[in-house]
C-alpha cells in the first residue's frame, strides 16, 4: 500500500494534469460542432484503417489455407480430363468417345513445395506428402506449368523428389509437332531453365520453338504434359545419328510451391509388360 502511494505521490501531478486533459477535450467535443465532426470523422477513419490492417493480416494468414484448398480443386479437375483416363476403345477418326470408351488410369495429389534446391549438380525438393496420404516410391510429380521430378522415397507425412534438375533424372519426351520420342537429361549444371533432349533422329526435322511433352511412354507421367520449348538445335560433332537439342523450361523450379504428385492406377501392369514378364 506505502508503495501505490509512494507511486502516486510522485505521479500524481502528471495524473492530474492527464485526467484534465481528457475532461477538457470532452468538454470541447460535446459542446463545440466543428471539433466535435473533426472529431467523428477522425474516429471513423482510425477505426476503417484498423480495420483494413486487421484483415489484410487475417487474409495473408488465410492465403496459404485457400492456396491448399484451390490446388485440392484442381487435382480432382485434372482427373477428369481425358489425358488422365486409360482409352478401351480405338475407334475411326470420325467416331466420337463417349465416357464409356474411357477408364480411370491416374490420380493425382495435390502437395506443397518444402523445400528445394537448383544450384547443385543434383537437386531435390521435399513434399508435404507421404505415406498417410497414399504417396509413396517412383510417382511422377509437376505443376501447372511442367514436370517437376520423380519421388524416390517416402514417410508417414513427407515424401523426397528426384529434381528434374539432377544428373540421373531420365524423363520420356516428345517433339509434338513430330510425334518423336526422345529422352530429357539435364546436363546444363547451374542453369535450372535448360536441359536436353536425346534420340531424336537426324533424319527428322525439328524446330527452334517446337513445344517438347511427356510423351506418356512411361509409368511415372500421363501423356502430353507440357515440359518446354526447343531453344538451340546442333548437329552431333561425333557424327552420330541424332540430334542435340536445347530445352528450356517452361517452368521455374525456383519458384515452385504447389505440385501434383501422379498415381498411375496401372503402373504394375505397364512395368510387368515393361521388363518382359509373362502372364503365369
Not at 6 to 24: D, K, M, N, Q, W
Not at 57 to 76: C, F, H, K, P, R
Not at 95 to 113: C, H, P, S
Amino acid at each position: 500500500m506505502r508503495q501505490i502511494i509512494a507511486i502516486f505521490t510522485r505521479s500524481g501531478g502528471v495524473l492530474v494534469f492527464l485526467i484534465l486533459e481528457v475532461i477538457c477535450l470532452s468538454l470541447v467535443v460535446t459542446f463545440n460542432k466543428d471539433q466535435r465532426e473533426i472529431y467523428h470523422n477522425s474516429k471513423s477513419i482510425m477505426s476503417d484503417s484498423m480495420t483494413h490492417g486487421w484483415g489484410e493480416i487475417t487474409q495473408y494468414w488465410n492465403l496459404s489455407a485457400v492456396n491448399d484448398s484451390l490446388s485440392g480443386v484442381i487435382a480432382e479437375l485434372k482427373q477428369e480430363r481425358d489425358e488422365a483416363k486409360f482409352l478401351n476403345k480405338i475407334k475411326q477418326d470420325s467416331a466420337r468417345y463417349t465416357a464409356e470408351d474411357f477408364e480411370q488410369q491416374y490420380i493425382y495429389t495435390a502437395a506443397k513445395v518444402i523445400s528445394n534446391t537448383i544450384n547443385l549438380p543434383n537437386n531435390f525438393l521435399t513434399l508435404n506428402r507421404g505415406i498417410k496420404h497414399g504417396i509413396n516410391t517412383r510417382k511422377g510429380v509437376f505443376d501447372n506449368k511442367g514436370i517437376v521430378g520423380i519421388v524416390i522415397s517416402s514417410n508417414n507425412r513427407y515424401s523426397r523428389v528426384m529434381s528434374v534438375l539432377h544428373r540421373d533424372s531420365k524423363i520420356s519426351a516428345k517433339v509434338s509437332r513430330l510425334n518423336a520420342f526422345g529422352t530429357l537429361v539435364w546436363t546444363s549444371i547451374g542453369n535450372p531453365k535448360l536441359m536436353e533432349l536425346k534420340y531424336i533422329p537426324k533424319h527428322l526435322n525439328p524446330k527452334v520453338d517446337d513445344i517438347i511433352q511427356t510423351s506418356g511412354a512411361s509409368s511415372y507421367f500421363p501423356g502430353e504434359l507440357p515440359i518446354g520449348k526447343i531453344v538451340e538445335i546442333e548437329e552431333d560433332p561425333q557424327g552420330g545419328n541424332f540430334h542435340s537439342i536445347k530445352v528450356e523450361l517452361f517452368n521455374d523450379l525456383s519458384t515452385t510451391r504447389h505440385v501434383y504428385i501422379v498415381n498411375n492406377l496401372f503402373k504394375d501392369e505397364f512395368k510387368e509388360i515393361e521388363e518382359g514378364k509373362k502372364d503365369e
